[in-house]
Nanobody, 122 residues
């Protein structure tokens, strides 16, 4: 059974940092694309970052480049998203998802975690 479990969200002040985790089971993250998406209240879900392949090729949305970093620990079968210099507009529920390729502009990925909430105060 494929499952994804996010953790690491919480409240943080503007300029602060958080590290989100996406622990996978039922498949090997190294062989699939793992994407991070976020959904703010009243907004559509948007792609944030993705990592794929044995080389760990990464992609980022323009809005988070230079502030967020995606990484992977194959031994733990877990993908991380380091969030630095957080701003109030980063407030959202953050989700990880798995698919065969990275598609940040398309949220129709087949399997999702339950999400972890990030709240950034000014």
């Amino acid at each position: 059974q494929v499952t994804l479990v996010e953790s690491g969200g919480g409240p943080v002040q503007s300029g602060g940092s958080l590290r989100l985790s996406c622990e996978a089971s039922g498949f090997t993250v190294e062989y699939y694309a793992i994407g991070w998406f976020r959904q703010a209240p009243g907004k559509e879900r948007e792609g944030v970052s993705c990592i794929i392949g044995s080389d760990g090729v990464t992609t980022y949305a323009d809005s988070v480049k230079g502030r967020f970093t995606i990484s992977r620990d194959n031994a733990k079968n877990t993908v991380f998203l380091q969030l630095n210099n957080l701003q109030p507009e980063d407030t959202a529920v953050y989700y990880c998802a798995v698919d065969g390729r990275c598609r940040l502009t398309d949220a129709s990925w087949p399997k999702w975690g339950q999400g972890t909430r990030v709240t950034v105060s000014a």
